[in-house]
């Protein structure tokens, strides 16, 4: 079964710092491109990081130079989202992604979210 577990969302006052993890297991997701999305309230959901299984990273601009994304394939598929000097417009429901491709299909794996809360 297929799995993408997130942890690490919280309550945080602007300026602090949060990291979420995302494990993924049930299949290989090491030549996946992994990523981040969030949804605040009455919005789109929208990416804020993706990695790429060569470590090639890109980044929402409403977040470049705060966030960082990584990864660990040691065993299962770990992905981090270091985020440093949050918002309150950074309050939202962070999701884990996976997108595998294989020939021509793509399968998208998504986690359950974790709520992340900035206050001012």
């Known amino acids: 079964q297929v799995q993408l577990v997130e942890s690490g969302g919280g309550l945080v006052q602007a300026g602090g710092s949060l990291r979420l993890s995302c494990s993924a297991s049930?299949?290989?997701?090491?030549?996946?491109?992994m990523a981040w999305y969030r949804q605040a309230p009455g919005k789109q959901r929208e990416l804020v990081a993706a990695?790429?299984?060569?470590?090639?990273?890109?980044y929402a601009d409403s977040v470049k130079g705060r966030f960082t994304i990584s990864r660990d394939n040691a065993k299962n598929t770990q992905v981090y989202l270091q985020m440093n000097s949050l918002k309150p417009e950074d309050t939202a429901v962070y999701y884990c992604n996976g997108e595998v491709v294989r020939g021509v299909n793509r399968y998208d794996y998504w986690g359950q979210g974790t709520q992340v809360t900035v206050s001012s």
């Open positions: 049930g299949r290989d997701f090491s030549s996946a491109t």
């Open positions: 990695i790429t299984p060569r470590d090639s990273t890109n």
